[in-house]
């Protein structure tokens, strides 16, 4: 961070970051953040811009403000839009850092544009069969409060199978990340459905225990 303007950081801290606060669990602060220091360490072996992948690790999510399901989008314009950034950047960095937000959803039916796309979609598969679980626990929470818990298990176990299981829409880009290996991990857990139930079951009580 040390080779990142200060004044960026002050915009992004003060003006970028405090939007997640009114996300779901799933995509607070916390979660910007992890994506932030997994993207600044995915792209050292790459020379590439610390400024550039900060903006573009801070600003991923920020769509969330306008739905979910168009929210790379969304946060691609949310980007291109702060005039604040012409300070530290050309037209063409910010034409590529918004593709790249724009590139990072999983769901994505084409491969990131750039470098700096690959970077921060592989930075936003922390791939942690824990962690996963909590947040598809805590998505299904804020966003479906009337299920029951069979309701929630279900849906959960539909979204790891869908997106995780062997043929799932999951894409890696970034061959030095861990996450192959923590995939195959997690391919595990799903298979071992009893224990992937105790481990719900845990998570989801731990939840609803913080509401």
């Known amino acids: 961070m040390k080779e990142i303007d200060p004044a960026l950081l002050a915009h992004i801290e ?23 220091e997994r993207s600044l360490a995915l792209a050292a072996p790459y020379g590439l811009s610390p400024a550039m992948v900060y903006t573009i690790a ?9 739905g979910r399901e ?12 702060d005039p604040a950034l012409r300070r530290w950047f050309s037209e063409e960095q910010i034409a590529t850092m918004r593709e790249a937000v724009e590139d990072h959803r999983a769901s994505s039916d084409h491969e990131p544009r750039s470098i700096y796309g690959r970077i921060v979609a592989e930075a936003d598969r922390c791939i942690d069969p824990a962690t996963i679980i909590r ?3 805590q998505y299904g929470l804020a966003h479906y409060p009337a299920l029951t ?7 959960c176990l539909d ?11 999951l894409k ?10 923590r995939l195959e991990e997690l391919r595990a857990a799903i298979r ?10 845990t998570l989801f009580d731990e939840e609803q225990r913080r509401d």
Request: charged share 30%.
């Open 149 to 155: 818990r069979e309701e929630h298990y279900a849906r």
């Open 135 to 137: 947040r598809t626990v």
């Open 14 to 36: 003060t003006q970028i970051l405090p939007r997640y606060r009114s996300f779901d669990r799933a995509h607070s602060t916390d979660h910007v953040s992890q994506v932030i």
């Open 192 to 201: 071992d459905t009893a224990t992937l139930r105790r481990l719900f079951d």
């Open 58 to 66: 801070a600003y991923h999510d920020t769509g969330l403000a306008e």
């Open 172 to 181: 890696l880009w970034i061959p030095e990340s861990d996450n192959a290996r």
């Open 159 to 169: 979204h790891l199978r869908r997106k995780y299981g062997e043929g799932g829409y």
């Open 70 to 81: 168009e929210h790379h989008l969304a946060g691609g314009r949310i980007l291109a839009a």
